[in-house]
């Protein structure tokens, strides 16, 4: 499914990809006449997951594709027809065949920006019937890939920029589809590639790979190559037979490392040596298959130094077990023993992955001062989300036919801010991050340097601020159907997140209890809250902008 939907010149999701109750609703407001009211409804979260204090918004790029291609098919009417009541009048079922999103409407933040409960993701008006109908999918879109691109944030901080980190989780997603967005997004939000080739194709996600143990284990020690025969990496000299090469460098190195020749297992050995003769210029080594100081070491040596006579260099080694920090540090010492030993200086600098189950904690050990790890595999804890799977994105309707519509509740939280809103950035002078501000569509914008009255969400006092700079949030992406302006490259969307990020002061980086960043409301939005909620509830909830 992930093959057929994946690509940027097609469907980003169905739009049979949605809750049965969308449907009902739809057929509710055409029977009532009003499927062509004008309505507005805003894609939010309220919490920050992870006890984080950010989040890094995605999944716009998919949105827009969806939209673009919106089409009910003859077959998914038909599927409709067979679930809703038999006596559906058929003139609704035409209106179905003839939506498209000609008239809808997205204002968005950017990819990659930094989002605060209660600032839209995305703000999308058109015809009600129709917007309606966009809710589960646009949710599903959004939710996930946020939630993605801010757990590979997240992984980010903790690593600092120098280590790379690569995306391993294809295979532990939650399906194709969930597969091909975390790698996507992980990539957006910090991580250097993935091992994902689709993504790769589709999304132009850079992909890295090693080996796995099956191709080391699968050999026994007794395969003689086809060709053995190696040329030199430039210039014409004559070709060596690696395998005798190795052999002999075997020998060399184990008596550097105080080893018995016999030790290091020939079925690894072999192993290597086939995939050296595949990739001369990209040979990495799998270390720990039998024993990483005993055979993978000895062999992953014996192989690099080979290929090293004949002008090439290999790329790395991976550990995927035991004490990946210790067992960096063990490495990295006999590859600078080695590299004095043999005279071959590029030998001490070569890089070491590791992967295995990290999550943070462990990460944030792998990165201490001093550790020897450069490169770092991370799959199940980045694409599982297991601190917290759902981002808990909701989509709720904010106008309708120009007036304001709020959900009042019995729990506070659950209360939603109405009318068609602007979204504003407030930093200080040294570029970081004061708060955010919602006001009312209609207000003029704040100044930079003009004082400011606000009310900070939950507070029951309003606050004065001083802005330095000032910044609009929210920017046009579709209008009336039409593309507004052209979406960044993911690669810029990259950029731009690791952008956003350093705007944060190290208190609002923490992650674990970080400091709170504020999102608050114009006056004239707060009064408007206060206006419907000590209305009746029987008049609808809803007043002129």
């Known amino acids: 499914m992930a093959a057929m939907l994946g690509g940027e010149d097609q469907a980003a999701a169905r739009p049979l990809l949605t809750d049965l109750y969308q449907v009902t609703m739809a057929l509710g407001y055409w029977r009532a006449g009003r499927a062509q009211d004008t309505a507005e409804f805003e894609l939010f979260f309220r919490r920050c997951p992870f006890g984080g204090g950010f989040v890094l918004a995605a999944g716009l790029r998919d949105c827009l594709r969806f939209l673009r291609t919106f089409r009910l098919r003859d077959a998914d009417v038909q599927f409709l027809a067979s679930v809703l009541p038999p006596d559906t009048d058929p003139a609704f079922f035409q209106h179905l065949r003839a939506l498209d999103c000609s008239g809808v409407t997205v204002r968005a933040l950017p990819e990659g920006s930094l989002a605060f409960p209660g600032v839209p993701l995305l703000q999308v008006s058109g015809p009600l019937l129709l917007v309606q109908l966009l809710e589960t999918p646009l949710l599903c879109l959004v939710s996930y890939a946020s939630l993605v691109a801010t757990n590979a944030a997240r992984l980010r901080l903790i690593v600092g920029p120098n280590k790379r980190l690569l995306e391993f989780g294809l295979r532990r997603a939650q399906g194709p589809d969930g597969g091909l967005t975390a790698s996507t997004y992980s990539y957006m939000g910090g991580f250097d590639s993935s091992s994902n080739t689709l993504a790769g194709q589709l999304r132009g996600v850079p992909v890295a790979g090693t080996l796995a143990h099956s191709f080391v284990t699968s050999f026994l020690g007794s395969e003689v190559p086809p060709d053995p025969m190696l040329a030199p990496a430039v210039g014409p000299g004559p070709k060596v037979d690696l395998p005798a090469s190795v052999k002999w460098w075997l020998e060399r190195v184990c008596t550097c490392l105080g080893l018995d020749v016999q030790e290091p297992h020939p079925g690894e050995r072999a192993a290597f040596v086939a995939y050296a003769l595949a990739f001369p210029r990209a040979f990495q080594g799998l270390l720990d298959s039998y024993s990483v100081q005993r055979s993978g070491l000895p062999n992953f040596l014996a192989v690099a130094l080979a290929l090293g006579e004949l002008g090439y260099r290999a790329v790395g080694v991976r550990l995927d077990s035991g004490d990946l920090l210790q067992q960096a540090q063990e490495v990295r010492g006999v590859f600078r023993t080695a590299a004095l030993r043999f005279q071959v200086p590029w030998l001490e600098s070569v890089p070491i992955t590791v992967s295995n189950s990290i999550d943070e904690e462990e990460l944030a050990r792998l990165s201490q001062e001093g550790s020897e790890v450069d490169v770092i595999g991370v799959g199940t804890s980045l694409v599982t989300c297991p601190q917290q799977p759902s981002l808990g994105c909701v989509y709720k309707l904010v106008s309708v036919g120009g007036q304001a519509r709020m959900k009042l509740t019995e729990d506070p939280e659950k209360q939603t801010l109405p009318g068609s809103k602007a979204?504003?950035?407030?930093?200080?002078?040294?570029?970081?991050?004061?708060?955010?501000?919602?006001?009312?569509?209609?207000?003029?914008?704040?100044?930079?340097?003009?004082?400011?009255?606000?009310?900070?969400?939950?507070?029951?006092?309003?606050?004065?601020?001083?802005?330095?700079?000032?910044?609009?949030?929210?920017?046009?992406?579709?209008?009336?159907?039409?593309?507004?302006?052209?979406?960044?490259?993911?690669?810029?969307?990259?950029?731009?997140?690791?952008?956003?990020?350093?705007?944060?002061?190290?208190?609002?980086?923490?992650?674990?209890?970080?400091?709170?960043?504020q999102v608050a409301l114009s006056e004239k939005l707060r009064a408007l809250v206060d206006d419907l909620s000590a209305g009746s509830p029987w008049d609808g909830c809803g007043v002129g902008n």
């Open 423 to 517: 979204a504003f950035r407030l930093l200080d002078s040294a570029g970081f991050l004061l708060l955010d501000v919602l006001q009312l569509a209609e207000e003029p914008p704040p100044q930079a340097e003009k004082e400011l009255t606000v009310w900070p969400l939950g507070a029951q006092d309003p606050c004065t601020v001083k802005p330095a700079q000032v910044e609009p949030l929210l920017r046009p992406w579709l209008h009336e159907g039409q593309p507004c302006e052209p979406l960044p490259s993911l690669a810029e969307s990259r950029a731009f997140a690791q952008w956003s990020l350093s705007r944060l002061s190290p208190a609002q980086k923490r992650l674990q209890n970080p400091a709170l960043y």
